[in-house]
């Protein structure tokens, strides 16, 4: 049994799109909102939120719809060809929106569209791929999605220099490319909605899969470690572009390099983190990076500014030139390792916990919990900064979600491909 790669890579386009956007809003919005329209840090932190309640309320039902529907070009398409066009479209608005209510108006349009058509790109992926493989997928998914990010990060880094909209309409461009290839060249499996024919009429919906999943401890577990590893992440990632100007003192473009930078070591190790889930089990390399990041993390907190800031090497990257490689980026750089080892098995292992016929479903309830924590954690961040006064406490609750996520994980006894092919013998019998 072997991968198809280049479909494999096909359907790493959408999630590219995804990754693009998210990660130039991430650098670039906190910024407007605190020096173009003067909002206070928890009144930030709540703004940062509002793409993860759309999420909430938008993704898992979506996710149960596509199970559902059928159309001519498939079940998951349809979203993709109306999310991502509105998505880019809106995204293009929002550097230039001159007031408040205008630019409320743009994010909104653009968080309802993006969280519409999301879950049907990931659930496609588990479609088109066995068991066995689909760590290996999650790993050019995830590799794909990386790339977004490189693009975002060190291209809107010097896009931005030039004028703050450019890294917008490059990402809208990604994505509309992006999306336009995945609806030219994928074709959605006809083996998928034949199967999903015999399950409709004893698919649960959204509130009833919930409640089976609660009653599974392993499912259970899986997804409250996904929301403290989320949490840890999420909380870092929201307000690390505030955290560098304030507290380390660097530029927008710097923090914006920063990230570019555990990015480039994210999609690195992306690829060998699939194998590595496949030789030595997907739990056990998710709690090495939960414990590796949680370490990193944790070390940022504790050390001075002097140190983080003071340069170890150089390095010449490409569309950035010349990049003093500090102790904070080497920190950063094992960040990205780890997240690597984490972020690729999360949807395969949950995958693996149910059928072909649930996937949508499962993986809308893998986004509600992610956004879950995508809400928290800046919510958290913001209000500590605000009582604190100290940026640097953007660090200190992410090592602690990091360490809750790995006892959880403890408890957590399927999801490999193992219990797969257990799964598949049992209901045979």
Known sequence: MKLNYGRTFLLGLGFLGVSAIWSIYGVFVPVFLKDKFHL????????????????????????????????????????ILIGAPISALAFCFIPIAPILPLFVLCTSTLLISMAAWRTPVVALVADVTPSPLRSQASAIISFMGGVGALIAYFGGARLSKIN???????????????????????????????????????????WASLQIVCRDRSAFCM????????????????????????HLRLEEADSAVLLGVLSLVFIIFALPSGNLGAKFGRRNTVMAGLVGMGASLLTIFVLPVSVLTRAVFKMQIPGVGAFAVTTVALLLMFVGICWALIIVHLLPMLSDMTDNGHIGTYTGLYYLVTSMAAI????????????????????????????IAVALMTQVKKGEIISRKVEKESNSI
């Open 223 to 246: 997804l409250l470690a996904t929301f403290f590893l989320m949490f840890s992440y999420t909380a870092v990632e929201g307000a690390f572009t505030l955290y560098a100007s304030s």
């Open 376 to 403: 928290a954690g800046p919510i958290v961040n913001g209000g500590i900064v605000q009582i604190t006064n100290n940026y640097n406490n953007v660090m200190l609750l992410a090592p602690i979600a990091s360490f």
């Open 164 to 206: 703050v909209a450019y890294p917008f309409w490059l990402g809208a461009v990604v994505v509309v490319i992006a999306a336009g290839l995945l609806l030219a060249f994928v074709r959605e499996p006809k083996e998928a909605d034949a199967q999903q024919v015999e399950v409709d009429t004893v698919q649960p919906g959204f």
């Open 40 to 79: 206070s840090p928890f009144v930030l932190g709540f703004f940062l939120t509002l793409d993860n309640i759309a999420a909430l309320l938008i993704q898992p039902p979506v996710g149960v719809w596509s199970d559902k529907i059928r159309t001519p070009i498939g079940r998951r398409m349809p979203f």
